[in-house]
């Protein structure tokens, strides 16, 4: 059974950082690309990260124009997770964070960098992220 856990999520000051975890189980994300995505209230869901399979994809990264520089996804095979490093967080950075996977292992997808997922995909139940200014 896949099942993705996301931890990490909480409040904190403008400027701050937080660390997000994405835990799985029952399969080896080695082999899948794994996306960060965020929700903020009254808004659509946004692709900000993904990084793609260690295997045959090099575990290369794609990152949302909104995000340039302060946010930086990674993976660590033996615990099975993925991280999102979260830098100077801004109060327009407030949402719940997913992750997701689905059966591609590779971020980019033609010549898209859009973050995106199958429709499929399997997702967490989200950990949610406050700034205050």
């Known amino acids: 059974q896949v099942q993705l856990v996301e931890s990490g999520g909480g409040s904190v000051q403008a400027g701050g950082s937080l660390r997000l975890s994405c835990t799985a189980s029952?399969?080896?994300?080695?082999?899948?690309?794994i996306g960060w995505f965020r929700q903020a209230p009254g808004k659509e869901r946004e692709g900000i990260a993904c990084?793609?399979?260690?295997?045959?994809?090099?575990?290369?990264?794609i990152y949302a124009t909104s995000v340039p520089g302060r946010f930086t996804i990674s993976r660590d095979n033996a615990k099975n997770t993925v991280f999102l490093q979260m830098n100077n967080l801004k109060p327009e950075d407030t949402a719940v964070y997913y992750c997701?996977?689905?059966?591609?292992?590779?971020?980019?997808?033609?010549?898209?960098?859009?973050?995106?997922?199958?429709?499929?995909?399997?997702w967490g139940q989200g950990t949610q992220v406050t700034v205050s200014s």
């Open positions: 997701a996977t689905d059966t591609l292992s590779n971020c980019r997808v033609g010549s898209s960098y859009a973050v995106r997922m199958l429709p499929d995909a399997y």
């Open positions: 029952g399969f080896n994300l080695d082999y899948y690309r």
């Open positions: 990084i793609s399979s260690n295997v045959g994809s090099a575990g290369s990264t």
